[in-house]
């Protein structure tokens, strides 16, 4: 065995058997065989206590012997295999196909003798150069769609690297505390060996299997690997083993690992369907892909690797069908799978109907034409059909073919997933360094559409930096925290020991890691504000602890967010027991059936007294916006042993030691981003669970409520709250909810299931002008079911734990309210950009489809060719959205009121933007074609034979139109009908680029593309007036179609019903 196990006693087959076993069976094994948790740290040559006390070489050899912590991702996809995914695009097949008949046909010459009986149709073969040129159409169609296939494959790779960087970049963020020599130290998960004593605690996501060595009140959710809800108790005498992948519900302890990566449990299911779930995922990719140009954006909640959990979800992921709506484990509670984003659902939408637009223009164009040289051809002229003209004619259809699917490629929207990819690709990268760390694509754009954020107190609008500020101990009320000498001894020793026991021991504060700079607090913010407390009393919390270790504690109830509160039971040295419980204010001190008095001694309080305190000491505290809080303490004889699991029956009787004031700072920052919100359209709730005096000033310091408390806004408390939305039966009833929502600013002592009833019910409100879009912030392991039912769930990178996390959008990665108004510029940018490119795009549509339609039906040829409109598709595709889509946010974009779900995504301005410009373009390119021989006295290009060369006056045409497109891409850049179009362009040094690349590129296009271009060189003067024409076109978008105002178009702003 010990060769097995690399000179461990134990090899890695044994620790797999051991894992797989649960419960009872798993114990057995673990006495019998092992020795118990003892006897496993001995055979891994690790300290229960102290933990791994090895050197690099050292970890690394257990590495070696017992894996890594890593699970190899899923392979990318090759450059090859995206270029055959874009070669698959429909549109793009029937070109090929077409250009490759073309091409065929291209080298068939009838009989000479057949000319003269083939008329028109050879009617351009008198040149033989030319003649022989004719396979340049096919050639230069199938060139283009090479470049477009390219292009397509380029950003679908880049876009897999980047989305892979930041994958690799959150995994290696993802820390964990273990125990290396006896100190805490926080590594990567990846770095974690077999031996390591981990620490684990409320709402971690576990980074290995293990055993566990202590543990206070731990409950873990397995549904991830068991599917089973309920959440499973694990203690040394009945269920010792936990699991990679799943989640700790409530309370704390250690383990230490005994399998990572791959040979973990999740790892092992990973490698069992790593094969299926790649074949899955590539079917699954092709059927979920969004039709007819809709936005090929990765789906919300779990399609995307989450960044703040570690790298061994991805087994998990798989194992549930990674696809799921709310990523793994999801319990029932987790609610319906999200519909689709805001901008996702109106894109999809548009695109289908202008696809379908589409698609009949280019089929009666087709008919149109075929019909047209069938009758010419056949009854006008009255010619017989000769076989050896056959392959002439099929080329002529082939070319009418060719130009109807160039109207359907310039008419369908496919450059749309483009834009939006870009755009939320470009936005994403930015908004990390405004903090906001992207997991869902599509809650960028979402979070533009706000209109409600339901934010948490503490850490969010507060500084969460905390500190006691005043305290009543012994009678006595303490603005500021006591001296030692004004407490009596017994009270001192009693109030050291209810703060270092009495808190979880991973919360310490730790010395200045600079000269001058404040103490770090690490662990919980509310602990440390009373270690802060206990040193300030010349007491060393760590002393207190290390004559009570952890794994001494009898029973620990942890604190969640039903409790409200947290005790702990040590025995005391001489014999009996001693209960240490904190906690909410008004919770813990109507447990309280006495109070320590100033000389330390116990005195009876009864109900008056309790209240005359709330009245007179927590209230005035609450109103100035302090968090309060009770430490009391209970005496248990040492027979009979009291009933530790019922805490009802141990947790009472308790006498009240102090009650303490902390203050949690609001942010300078916030008081102003809640007035950008509010000036923006956003309501700002605030949903705590602090006291509703505490909640209730911190709201107004904010500004959520009027300074002068004016205004007919609600703050409820949590029971108060549900007594008015719930029936008799205790159901919530949407109708109640409305008539309290739209009041509603702070809701004060909510739990998570209040939260969730709020943010679903003001989702699902149909009252008022438009329908809500909410945005919640959360911290919590409880908050999940509302970050994952919120519109876009932000949960706080520091302090949220990896449950809030898993279930959120966002991450906020320095918890701070600010960066949510960052977050709402950036969404509305992307919306406005994606309009834009709308804008922009649907101009040339109209153009280009009724120019090709007009052209083909008038004189039987499109004025543009099929690989002018190639080009022209090229450019309003990939080079218009990277140029609209990269342009960056404006303060100005807060000015202005939410979109909503309802409002159109082509605005009423920007219709009339489009259909203004196509009207300009349609009167230029139409005077250019029949009268354009004329004007610029050259030969006319209407009607020319099978394979002519080009003209100049189709050049000329073509020429015209490319220019006014680049000038009308200034146009697009506003939305609202606004007179300053050049305003921030330089600010976008990608737009600029791309518009003078653009011409440069057509530069060389029109004076060297000859006959692949279908382009024939223009004179210096015909330049000029091209160039003229498409300057025109900013004159027209300054005259009737501008208004000069910035918000002209936006939406009114939301009403509260």
């Not at 397995?222 to 009945?238: I, M, W």
């Not at 602990?527 to 952890?550: I, S």
């Not at 505490?694 to 959520?704: P, V």
């Not at 543009?864 to 990939?878: E, F, G, H, S």
């Amino acid at each position: 065995m010990g060769d097995a196990g690399g000179g461990f006693g134990l090899g890695l087959p044994e620790l797999r058997a051991l894992m797989e076993l649960r419960g009872a069976e798993a114990l057995l094994r673990l006495q019998r065989d092992l020795g118990g948790v003892p006897g496993l740290c001995r055979r891994l040559r690790t300290s229960p206590t102290d933990g791994l006390s090895e050197g690099p070489p050292e970890l690394e050899r257990r590495r070696r012997t017992f894996g890594r912590n890593w699970i190899p991702p899923r392979r990318p996809k090759s450059f090859a295999a995206l270029v055959w995914e874009a070669l698959q695009d429909v549109t793009l097949v029937i070109l090929e196909v077409a250009a490759l008949v073309s091409l065929g046909l291209s080298f068939y010459a009838p009989p000479g003798a057949a000319d003269e009986a083939c008329g028109q149709a050879s009617g351009g073969a008198e040149d033989e150069g030319e003649a022989e040129a004719g396979w340049i159409e096919g050639a230069a169609i199938l060139l283009s769609v090479a470049c477009v296939v390219l292009v397509t494959a380029s950003n679908d790779w880049s876009k897999e690297r980047q989305f892979r960087g930041l994958q690799s970049r959150l995994e290696r963020e993802q820390r964990v505390a273990v125990l290396r020599g006896g100190h805490l130290a926080q590594v990567p998960v990846a770095d974690l060996v077999v031996g390591d004593v981990v620490q684990v605690k409320y709402g971690d996501l576990l980074p290995a299997d293990g055993v566990l060595i202590q543990g206070n009140d731990l409950k873990i959710d397995e549904s991830a690997l068991t599917g089973e809800s309920d959440h499973v108790r694990k203690s040394l005498d009945k269920d010792p083993l936990l699991l990679s992948g799943t989640h700790v519900m409530e309370g704390s302890g250690r383990m230490v690992v005994t399998a990572v990566g791959v040979n973990s449990q999740s790892g092992i299911i990973f490698t069992l369907l790593g094969a299926a779930g790649d074949e899955e995922d590539d079917s699954r990719d092709r059927k979920g892909k969004p039709q007819d140009g809709a936005v090929d954006t990765p789906q919300p909640k779990g399609k995307r690797q989450d960044g703040a959990v570690a790298m061994e979800m991805q087994p998990l992921k798989s194992a549930e069908g990674g696809d799921s709506a709310d990523g793994p484990g999801t319990r029932p509670r987790g609610g319906p799978k999200k519909e689709k984003s805001v901008l996702q659902a109106k894109l999809t939408q548009l695109a289908v109907q202008i696809g379908k637009a589409g698609l009949a223009m280019s089929a009666i164009t087709v008919i149109i034409l075929v019909l047209y040289f069938v009758i010419e051809t056949f009854v006008v002229q009255g010619r017989p059909w000769v076989a050896e003209c056959a392959p002439v004619y099929v080329q002529y259809w082939v070319k009418f073919f060719i130009i109807g699917v160039t109207v359907l490629v310039v008419a369908v929207p496919e450059g749309l997933p483009l834009a939006v990819t870009i755009s939320l690709a470009y936005s994403v990268k930015k908004m990390m360094k405004d903090n906001n760390l992207v997991r869902h694509l599509d809650a960028c754009e979402t979070m533009g559409n706000a209109t409600a954020i339901c934010s948490d107190k503490t850490g969010t609008l507060t500084t969460n930096r905390m500190t006691v500020v005043q305290a009543f101990v012994g009678g006595s009320h303490f603005s500021h925290p006591p001296a030692p000498a004004a407490l009596a001894p017994p009270t001192l020793d009693l109030l050291a020991q209810a703060i270092a026991i009495n808190s979880a021991y991973t919360s310490k504060i730790l010395p200045p890691e600079a000269p001058g700079a404040l103490p770090r607090h690490v662990g919980n913010k509310t602990e440390c504000a009373l270690l802060g407390l206990a040193l300030a009393l010349g007491r060393d919390p760590e002393a207190e602890r290390a004559q009570v270790p952890e794994e001494h504690l009898v029973k620990v109830f942890t604190f969640n967010s039903e409790r409200k509160s947290m005790s702990t039971v040590t025995r005391r040295p001489g014999g009996g027991y001693r209960l240490f419980c904190k906690g909410a204010s008004e919770m813990v001190l109507h447990r309280c059936s006495s109070m320590l008095d100033a000389g330390g001694s116990p005195r009876a309080l009864g109900g008056p007294e309790r209240e005359e305190l709330l009245r007179r000491v927590v209230e005035p505290m609450a109103a100035g916006g302090l968090r309060t809080l009770v430490l009391a303490f209970r005496d248990f004889p040492p027979r009979p042993e009291p009933p530790w699991d019922d805490e009802a029956a141990v947790v009472g009787e308790l006498t009240c030691i102090a009650i303490v004031g902390i203050e949690d700072p609001v942010r300078p920052e916030v008081p102003e981003a809640i007035r950008k919100c509010q000036r923006a359209g956003i309501t700002v709730r605030m949903v705590t669970g602090d006291n509703l005096d505490t909640a209730r000033a911190i709201a107004a310091k904010c500004g959520i409520l009027p300074a002068g408390g004016g205004g007919e806004w609600l703050c409820l408390e949590g029971k108060d709250f549900n007594r008015r939305i719930r029936n008799d039966r205790g159901e919530v009833e949407q109708e109640r909810l409305d008539k309290v929502w739209p009041k509603l600013r702070v809701l004060a002592r909510s739990s998570p299931t209040d939260k969730h009833t709020l943010v679903k019910g003001i989702i699902e409100s149909t009252i008022g002008d438009q329908r809500q879009v909410v945005a919640v912030t959360g911290d919590g392991t409880n908050d999940g079911p509302a970050l994952k039912k919120a519109d876009v769930g932000f949960a706080m990178g520091i302090a949220g734990t990896d449950v809030a996390k898993e279930a959120s959008d966002i991450i906020l990665t320095d918890d701070n309210f600010s960066s949510i108004v960052k977050a709402v510029m950036w969404g509305r940018n992307v919306y406005d950009s994606i309009a834009k490119f709308l804008q922009f795009q649907l101009t040339v549509n109209v153009v280009a489809v009724i120019v090709a339609f007009t052209g083909a039906c008038i004189t039987q040829d499109s004025p543009l060719k099929a690989v002018q409109m190639l080009w022209v598709n090229l450019i309003m595709d990939t080079l218009a959205s990277l140029a609209l889509a990269t342009e960056p946010p404006t303060e100005a974009l807060l000015l202005r009121r939410p979109y909503g779900r309802e409002h159109p995504l082509v605005s009423g301005t920007m219709l009339r933007n489009i259909l203004g410009h196509a009207l300009y373009q349609l009167l230029v390119i139409f005077t250019l074609l029949f009268a354009g021989e004329v004007l610029f006295d050259i030969d006319s290009g209407r009607a020319a034979p099978l394979h002519a060369p080009p003209s100049e006056h189709f050049t000329i045409i073509f020429n015209t139109f490319v220019l006014m497109q680049l000038f009308n891409e200034l146009n697009a850049r506003k939305l609202h009908g606004e007179r300053n179009v050049f305003e921030g362009v330089c600010a976008n040094p990608i737009f600029c680029t791309i518009v003078l690349g653009t011409f440069a590129v057509q530069v060389l296009i029109v004076q060297f593309g000859g006959k692949p271009f279908s382009c024939s060189p223009l004179s210096a003067e015909q330049w000029l007036w091209c160039l003229f024409v498409g300057v025109g076109e900013l004159v027209w978008g300054q005259g009737p179609l501008s208004h000069g105002s910035p918000t002209h178009g936006t939406p009114d702003p939301p009403r509260d019903p």
